[in-house]
């Protein structure tokens, strides 16, 4: 009897405590701002697997095509993907024949964003997992090049110690250098 007495005091000392009507709204979340918080933090994640090279990577959230675009699909703990962003970092003249040639754009696989494919006319909002899905993207690292309007000019699966030579042979090139018939159709419908 003993301790239901002492369990009935102790839980009206509780409730008593607890009945003060003023709440701190602070305190509660309405799910809503950390939902926004957290989808931010989400979009940005990736960033930070191309961040030495920030200088040259655009963006992803919004990948442009008011010129020829070259995408690195990459993901992390890729040791192929670090050579080659290693061999970009470490070459000046690539960077800048990069930078007039392209929009460049790293795209981590290990990550899912939405991003935002501009056309111009049209502007289509794509996951990772789906975007790198048009290309047929397997292993990484992968190399796409992409004519301003939208087609591939080249897919290079892997790294290359000649990624220079790789670079300019296709800004030299007006043409695709490949069958891309199918990937083509795909980034057609994206445009609507």
């Given amino acids: 009897m003993q301790k239901f007495n002492i369990l009935a005091l ?3 000392l509780f409730f008593i405590a607890c009945s003060d009507d003023k709440i701190d709204s602070s305190l509660i979340s309405s799910g809503a701002i950390m939902d926004e918080e957290a989808r ?9 697997s191309y961040a030495e090279l920030a200088d040259l990577f655009l963006d992803t959230k919004d990948v442009a095509f008011d010129k020829d675009v070259l995408i690195v699909f990459g993901k992390n703990n890729c040791k ?3 050579m080659l962003k290693d061999t970009i970092k470490n070459d000046a003249n690539l960077k800048q024949i990069i930078k007039d040639n392209f929009n460049p754009y790293y795209i981590n696989t290990s990550y899912t964003k939405t991003h935002n494919i501009d056309f111009g006319s049209k502007t289509s909002h794509i996951k990772t997992n789906d975007f790198a899905s048009i290309f047929g993207i397997n292993s990484t690292p992968a190399i796409i090049f992409l004519s301003k309007d939208g087609n591939v000019k080249y897919m290079y699966p892997g ?3 000649q990624l220079k030579d790789l670079i300019i042979n296709v800004t030299q090139k007006d043409s695709s250098m490949g069958n891309y018939v199918e990937i083509d159709k795909k980034i057609q419908n994206l445009k609507g």
């Fill in 159 to 161: 790294f290359t110690p």
């Fill in 10 to 12: 102790t839980l009206s």
């Fill in 80 to 82: 192929y993907c670090d």
């Fill in 40 to 48: 931010e933090i989400e979009q940005n994640l990736d960033k930070a």
